[in-house]
């Protein structure tokens, strides 16, 4: 059973999931410590997650001095794309340096209560366990020098501002999520 | 100039044979407009910078030595469509195929 996306406004369900980092994360964790939380269904095979990686970090870079931390969760089969197993994913952490926690959700459960759908697909989260913002990261998947809305960092402005509305929902491009 | 003319050309080559394939095909395109653009873009530029118009949703190097097996189209997208309701690009959907509203509390049986 897979719920219905959340939106701006829900409540973000918990989860405890394994890292590559060898540790357990869970939502609520991570909220003590930082004032918002980006969680991004993610993998390792999809064009389009590829090419947002450096995105990834720079928005890592940027936010987690101002107390937002990424949490990248990848739910994909790992029969039908063996590049999205968690060792693959250990791999590819290291390869990209990714500063922030790449979790494997190997039941899918987590995807399937958030109502993900794509990779990359966004949910992000305030202090409060509250969703802000549902979509995409930018509108320029291409080029991020051609990149005119910049979706997730503009509702992280508004989170970390200590706004509390809701900041949208837009369409997600990216790969569909690889059900089991 | 010459760049952007075939740009626009074979963009419209490409959303040409997309949009017949819904409209005239046995599915549908997936029920929002700015997926359907983007995925046209992505095929554009594969069919550009590779001679086809590989699925954007497969990385290009496990499409090229293929073949037109991930040519849009792809071989996989009668299967992955009866499987999931939707090829893997999210581009055809089945006839059936309705949008997951955000926000209804009601769950859905994706295996019904």
């Given at each position: 059973?897979?719920?219905k996306?959340?939106v701006p406004?829900?409540?973000?369900?918990?989860?405890?999931?394994p890292?590559?980092?060898?540790?357990?994360?869970?939502?609520?964790g991570?909220?003590?410590k930082?004032?918002?939380?980006?969680?991004?269904?993610s993998?390792?095979h999809?064009p389009?997650?590829?090419?947002?990686?450096?995105?990834?970090?720079?928005i890592?870079n940027?936010?987690?001095?101002?107390?937002a931390?990424?949490?990248?969760i990848n739910?994909?089969?790992?029969?039908?794309?063996?590049?999205?197993?968690?060792g693959?994913?250990k791999?590819r952490a290291l390869?990209?340096?990714?500063?922030?926690?790449?979790l494997?959700?190997?039941?899918?459960?987590?995807?399937?209560?958030?109502?993900?759908e794509?990779t990359?697909?966004?949910?992000?989260?305030?202090?409060?366990?509250?969703?802000?913002?549902?979509?995409?990261i930018?509108?320029?998947?291409?080029?991020?020098s051609a990149?005119k809305?910049?979706?997730?960092?503009?509702?992280?402005?508004?989170?970390?501002?200590?706004?509390t509305g809701?900041f949208?929902?837009t369409?997600?491009?990216g790969?569909?999520?690889?059900?089991? | 100039?010459?760049?952007?003319?075939?740009?626009?050309k074979?963009?419209?080559?490409?959303?040409?044979?997309v949009?017949?394939?819904?409209?005239?095909?046995?599915?549908?395109?997936?029920?929002?407009?700015?997926r359907v653009?983007?995925?046209?873009?992505?095929?554009?530029?594969?069919?550009?910078?590779?001679?086809?118009?590989?699925?954007?949703?497969?990385?290009?190097?496990?499409?090229?030595?293929?073949?037109?097996?991930?040519?849009?189209?792809?071989?996989a997208?009668?299967?992955?469509?009866?499987?999931?309701?939707c090829?893997?690009?999210?581009?055809?959907?089945s006839?059936?195929?309705?949008?997951?509203v955000?926000?209804?509390?009601?769950?859905?049986?994706?295996?019904a």
């Amino acid at each position: 059973m897979r719920n219905k996306k959340l939106v701006p406004g829900d409540r973000a369900p918990d989860f405890e999931l394994p890292g590559v980092d060898g540790r357990t994360h869970n939502l609520a964790g991570l909220l003590k410590k930082f004032d918002a939380v980006v969680v991004m269904f993610s993998c390792n095979h999809c064009p389009y997650v590829i090419a947002y990686q450096d995105r990834f970090n720079e928005i890592q870079n940027d936010y987690s001095l101002r107390g937002a931390t990424i949490v990248a969760i990848n739910p994909n089969n790992e029969i039908s794309h063996p590049t999205d197993s968690f060792g693959k994913m250990k791999e590819r952490a290291l390869e990209q340096g990714f500063e922030f926690p790449y979790l494997r959700d190997e039941s899918q459960s987590v995807a399937a209560a958030y109502g993900a759908e794509f990779t990359p697909e966004v949910f992000l989260v305030d202090k409060a366990g509250i969703v802000r913002y549902v979509g995409r990261i930018d509108d320029n998947y291409q080029n991020a020098s051609a990149v005119k809305s910049h979706d997730l960092r503009n509702a992280l402005d508004k989170v970390l501002a200590g706004e509390t509305g809701n900041f949208g929902a837009t369409t997600a491009i990216g790969c569909t999520i690889k059900w089991k | 100039m010459q760049e952007q003319t075939n740009l626009e050309k074979v963009r419209t080559s490409v959303e040409r044979m997309v949009r017949n394939y819904g409209e005239r095909g046995p599915y549908k395109l997936y029920p929002d407009e700015t997926r359907v653009e983007s995925l046209i873009d992505g095929l554009t530029h594969n069919k550009i910078r590779y001679g086809k118009a590989f699925c954007p949703c497969i990385p290009v190097e496990d499409s090229l030595g293929k073949g037109n097996s991930n040519v849009c189209p792809c071989d996989a997208h009668h299967e992955d469509i009866k499987r999931d309701g939707c090829c893997e690009c999210a581009l055809f959907v089945s006839p059936d195929f309705s949008l997951r509203v955000p926000g209804d509390p009601e769950t859905v049986d994706e295996g019904a």
